[in-house]
């Protein structure tokens, strides 16, 4: 795609340059004349006046910190190229001499872009650059004509991803366009199979977001902390997987952010540990839970409803916009991911089973979980128990159970990663 836009692109410009295109039309072949003269003629039907600056005439950013979508609406096709910068994250997308019709406001940071800026340059040509706050994928970056009014636009889809990824982009550019951008050959990873199965364990709620409390004065935050650091010391005691968590501390993180941290890991398990609270005290049991966009109950939506709120009690605003860029991800959510969380989920709860550790009835339950929507990261929620209850939440605050429970996970999470290995998934 940015190779045809190159090419496009290059029509307006050496028309605009000193005499560029006479010799090299002499050179030509009759037939390819012609044909360089039709194109010429279709890009000035398109191109006002190829002297003046191009024109940015808007700017829209959407998205939050795993996905974004930016659209800059131009007067004419833009004769544009993009490339990956690290140190930090950045995309920088080089412009003829442009005209910036944009509201200052218009650029405000969001999700996972930290930064815009742009501006013409020495050379006469301009530059826009957005500062990422990790490591991101360039999944599409098209130039489109407007449908309803003239002038095109640029649509990126840029979306959270590892080190390793971002990396291998770099490399690929440096050996296509011999950008000097090329990264250091000690940060490339080796190749996807030596890569050692990656959990990443999220535990639920942090600072301001405190989750749920208990009858006894446990909270949601606390437990599920406590709760996940160990489950990490017993899962890297294997000596083969990877663990990561999503905080390690009493940290306020935004359901977007966790998502984010599992790609870049570049996870292949997520599993978010929560201790949810119900109405009914004599309630109790663990809850294995998996993405979907329709609820297997009405009790899993309203918890799901409940676990969604942890942005806002955040002060993070769920703008429309976002809401929009939600339901592409959920559509985006691929069966095979889903299949995966899936069989982790069932295979949990058999685990959870063998060892005694109580369940409620239909443990394995479904809801529109933000937590889980990673579209590539089989991720399962697990509600350990009711701190509604006075003996679920006792168990929770015992050492023992805690270790039966995590036995149990780590029996489900050896399974899956056999699984995977003998796939080659
Ligand atoms: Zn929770």
Redesign the pocket.
Known sequence: MERRLQGMGLLPASFSGQGGIRPAMARLAPFASMLLLTLLIAAMTVVPSAAEPLQARDYKLAGDAERVRLVIWFDREPDLHYLLLRGPHRLVIDLPATDFLIEPAALKPRGLVSGVRFGNREDGTARMMLTAKGPFAVEKLEVIPNEAAPGFRLVADIVASSDADFDAALADQAATTGSTAAPKTDRLKGPASDKPFTIVIDA??GGIDT??AGVGGTR?KAI?LAFALELRQRLAANGNYRVEMTRETDEFLALDERVRRARAFKADLFISI???TIRFKGIRGATVYTVSDKASDADSAALASR?NLADAIGGIKIEEDNQQVADILIDLIRRETHTFSMRFARSLIGELSNSKVELINNPLRAAGFRVLRAPDVPSVLVELGYLSNASDEAQLNDPQWRGKAIESIAGAVALFAEARSVSGG
């Open positions: 639920g709620h989750g749920a949601e599920t929560h201790a949810d676990e």
